[in-house]
């Protein structure tokens, strides 16, 4: 019994550590392709409409294989940045944002990128968090207040917190009663988080919209569908006000 409590002790300790491991700010292969291709627009005064080079110059000239040039960009098409046309090659779909010269380049992409999936995410999470009013069961509040809590003591201790958050938000897409709701907003939110773990490499990005957290949860848990939507509203103005000044 000793040595199953030892062990079992040494599990538990083993489980909790990890919770002070932060990402290693090393970026993919793709992304440094990414970075790269970023600062050939600049340089070539590419515009909205412009057709990148093919693939195979691309991979030529970067030294890497065509397979990392596409899966880089898949990443700028899912965000919106470019188009991949059969007959035509990938189009630039967008033009470096005026009056942002002193912003460095791959900053000025991430972040268009980042407000183009917060304009889509929008919608969605408006209409989710006013189903999760109208339809929360008394088990869903728990959930809520409970990834709630978790999320306010994880930031509270400084540690990495972005799973909380998105635990947080997983525990009200699931009081909507509609599973493709959180299908939907992780497929677009995870369009850029899959290859941008720390938005700008910022843990700090995203931060200021924590403490609004608790209204959201406090409306959802209440009922009241108008209260949750003025808040979900908040948080998203919050994170695309931080997004925004990194342009202006």
């Known amino acids: 019994m000793a040595s199953q409590s030892k062990s079992t002790s040494a599990s538990a300790a083993s489980g909790t550590a990890s919770q002070y491991l932060r990402p290693i700010k090393r970026r993919t292969r793709d992304v440094e392709v990414l970075e790269a291709l ?3 627009i600049e340089h070539a ?91 929360a069961s008394k088990k869903d509040h728990e959930a809520i207040q409970s990834a709630l809590d978790t999320l306010f003591d994880v930031v509270d201790k400084g540690l990495p917190w972005r799973q909380a958050d998105a635990n947080f938000h997983r525990a009200i897409y699931a009081a909507s009663g509609n599973p493709l709701f959180a299908q939907l907003i992780e497929q677009v939110h995870g369009a850029f988080h899959q290859h941008y773990i720390e938005p700008f490499m910022d843990d700090s990005y995203g931060l200021p919209s924590i403490p609004l957290h608790k209204p959201l949860a ?31």
């Open 45 to 135: 005064g590419l515009k909205e409409g412009d057709k990148l080079p093919t693939e195979t110059e691309l991979a030529s000239r970067l030294q890497v294989g065509r397979s990392t040039v596409r899966e880089a960009l898949k990443v700028w098409e899912n965000l919106g940045i470019v188009e991949r046309r059969t007959s035509a090659g990938t189009i630039l779909a967008m033009d470096i944002v005026p009056n942002s010269v002193h912003v460095p380049v791959v900053l000025q992409f991430e972040a268009e990128g980042l407000l183009r999936t917060q304009q889509v995410r929008r919608a969605l999470e408006k209409e989710v968090v006013h189903l999760a009013a109208l339809h």
């Open 218 to 248: 406090e409306a959802v848990i209440a009922g009241d569908a108008a209260a949750a939507v003025a808040a979900m509203e908040e948080i998203l103005d919050s994170t695309e006000q931080q997004t925004k000044e990194l342009l202006s």
């Open 38 to 40: 970023a600062v050939m």
